[in-house]
Nanobody
Framework: QVQLVESGGGLVQPGGSLRLSCAAS????????MTWYRQVPGKQRELVAI???????IYADSVKGRFAISRDNAKNTAYLQMDSLKPEDTAVYYC??????WGQGTQVTVSS
């Protein structure tokens, strides 16, 4: 059974930083790659960042230069380092293993 568990969300002031984690079990993130999405109520889920099985990173234009996706193969965990956060980054963030499995989501709120 595949499980993806996100953590690290919370409330942060504009300009602040957060690091999200996605711990996987039942699947190997180094084989499948992993994608972070985010969703605001009433809007479609938006792709934020991808890390491929080969370790290549791809970012949405809206987060390029501010967010960094990474992976610890030994821990089977992926991360999303988010710096210079803006109010428009407020959303529920989800990890996806590129094989049909989603995490439960973690709320990120950027507000003063």
């Amino acid at each position: 059974q595949v499980q993806l568990v996100e953590s690290g969300g919370g409330l942060v002031q504009p300009g602040g930083s957060l690091r999200l984690s996605c711990a996987a079990s039942g699947t190997i993130l180094s084989s499948s790659g992993m994608t972070w999405y985010r969703q605001v109520p009433g809007k479609q889920r938006e792709l934020v960042a991808i890390i491929t099985s080969g370790g290549r990173s791809i970012y949405a234009d809206s987060v390029k230069g501010r967010f960094a996706i990474s992976r610890d193969n030994a821990k089977n965990t992926a991360y999303l380092q988010m710096d210079s956060l803006k109010p428009e980054d407020t959303a529920v963030y989800y990890c996806y293993d590129n094989r049909g499995h989603w995490g439960q989501g973690t709320q990120v709120t950027v507000s003063s």
